[in-house]
Antibody, heavy 113, light 109 residues
Framework: EVQLVESGGGLVQPGGSLKISCAAS????????MTWVRQAPGKGLEWVAN????????NYVDSVKGRFTISRDNAKNSLYLQMNSLRAEDTAIYYC??????WGQGTLVTVSS | QAVVTQEPSLTVSPRGTVTLTCGSS?????????PYWFQQKPGLAPRALIY???NKHSWTPARFSGSLLGGKAALTLSGAQPEDEADYYC?????????FGGGTKLTVL
């Protein structure tokens, strides 16, 4: 069964850092682009970042450039999002997706003092 | 970055037909924007319905179809069912990055 499971969300203070993860199973992880999408409480979806199969290409939405870093470890079938200089507006459920088709259940990141 | 626009809300009668649209601030939406459509119900992750303008996934009900219409991407629902009440999001591709529309809340009433 194809599955994506996010973890690592939680409460963090403004200006702080957090690294969230996505564990993939049921498919050849290294064959797919992977993407992070977020959704603030009660709001719409926002595409955040994606990464090429071998990690050689990464793209980001303007609002997170220079603060967030997407990465992957194909040996561990895992996707990551390192988030620095967090702001209140980064509060959201963060979803990991495989090719925008398969989605995880999301992990909640709350930025608040 | 570009802004993608959708109708905030629409209502359709059971068994009726409705078209949701997706526009781009940069001009006409083309196949090069690779329009995707997603359905999201409360408390759940989004579910992909349409990719690359008009292609359906194996789980996409036949009553949903995607197209380009009048310079926009369009999602048409023909024969609405109560279970189609949900939020619908389009997604467009812009040279390496993707941008979601604000979503359409579809009511079946």
């Amino acid at each position: 069964e194809v599955q994506l499971v996010e973890s690592g969300g939680g409460l963090v203070q403004p200006g702080g850092s957090l690294k969230i993860s996505c564990a993939a199973s049921g498919f050849i992880f290294s064959d797919y682009w992977m993407t992070w999408v977020r959704q603030a409480p009660g709001k719409g979806l926002e595409w955040v970042a994606n990464i090429k199969r071998d990690g050689s290409e990464k793209n980001y939405v303007d609002s997170v450039k220079g603060r967030f870093t997407i990465s992957r470890d194909n040996a561990k079938n895992s996707l990551y999002l390192q988030m620095n200089s967090l702001r209140a507006e980064d509060t959201a459920i963060y979803y990991c997706t495989r090719g925008l088709v398969v989605w995880g259940q999301g992990t909640l990141v709350t930025v608040s003092s | 970055q570009a802004v993608v626009t959708q109708e905030p809300s629409l209502t359709v009668s059971p068994r009726g037909t409705v078209t949701l649209t997706c526009g781009s601030s940069t001009g006409a939406v083309t196949s090069g924007h690779r329009p995707y459509w997603f359905q999201q119900k409360p408390g759940l992750a989004p579910r992909a319905l349409i990719y690359d303008t008009s292609n359906k996934h194996s789980w996409t009900p036949a009553r949903f179809s995607g197209s380009l219409l009048g310079g926009k991407a369009a999602l048409t629902l023909s024969g609405a069912q109560p279970e189609d009440e949900a939020d619908y999001y389009c997604l467009l591709f812009y040279s390496g990055i993707w941008v979601f529309g604000g979503g359409t809340k579809l009511t079946v009433l």
